[in-house]
Nanobody
Framework: VQLQASGGGLVQAGGSLRLSCAVS???????????IAWHRQAPGKERELVAA???????MYADSVKGRFTISRDNSKKTVYLQMNGVEPEDTAVYYC??????????WGQGTQVTVSS
């Protein structure tokens, strides 16, 4: 299983970005059963969970992004999205997507940089 994150860039505070995480080398049923999450790591800080979409289609968000970010998944494309609205300078970080299979294996993408200017 491979994860490819994309969509990062430079955006002004208050703007929007949509990150994508494409899952390859996994059959559709495998993707369907995965918990997929977005994490981020800002300079000098630990990696933190931002949002997650479970195999049972529950979603969860860090308090800092609730009401601003939305995680969604397109099963036909085996892709998970993170829609980021109303971004703030504090959202500046490298964003990573992570997938956990039903057997408990963890897979990580390479990260995509998001920079929010004030």
């Amino acid at each position: 299983v491979q994860l490819q994150a994309s969509g990062g860039g430079l955006v002004q505070a208050g703007g929007s970005l949509r990150l994508s995480c494409a899952v390859s080398r996994a059959i559709l049923s495998t993707f369907w059963g995965m918990d997929i999450a977005w994490h981020r790591q800002a300079p000098g800080k630990e990696r933190e969970l931002v949002a997650a979409s479970t195999s049972s289609r529950r979603t969860m968000y860090a308090d800092s992004v609730k009401g601003r970010f939305t995680i969604s998944r397109d099963n036909s494309k085996k892709t998970v999205y993170l829609q980021m609205n109303g971004v703030e300078p504090e959202d500046t970080a490298v964003y990573y997507c992570n997938a956990r299979s039903q057997s408990g294996e963890d897979f990580w993408g390479q990260g995509t940089q998001v920079t929010v200017s004030s």
